[in-house]
């Protein structure tokens, strides 16, 4: 998967990216090329994050039948968090980390 760098607006492949810093569960990189940070969009990011947990609590709740009356509904919801988290990975905005 290729990653453009803010920085240096060079084709970063995420392979080549040896330093990544975690904060909380906000990730930085350092592009290989021009050694600045960069990272998603913070909004970005919390979506993401908050799409993947809609998918294990949905699923969490289907596997133990909890309300199954309503299984279909979570199923749905869960496949549209796991939606956004996808997009967001794909096509998601990185900016530079000052
Ligand atoms: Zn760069």
């Excluded at 909004?43 to 609590?57: D, H, N, R």
């Amino acid at each position: 998967m290729n990653v453009a760098c803010p920085n240096c607006k060079s084709k970063v492949d995420s392979k080549d990216i040896k330093n990544i810093n975690k904060k909380g569960i906000f990730i930085e990189k350092q592009c290989p090329s021009c050694r600045g940070w960069f990272g998603l969009n913070k909004t970005q990011e919390v979506l993401k994050t908050a799409g993947i947990l809609l998918l294990l609590i949905t699923s969490l709740l289907n596997i133990f039948s909890i309300n199954s009356e309503y299984s279909l509904v979570f199923s749905t919801i869960g496949f549209v968090g796991i939606f956004i988290a996808i997009i967001i990975t794909f096509f998601g905005k990185h900016e530079t980390v000052k």
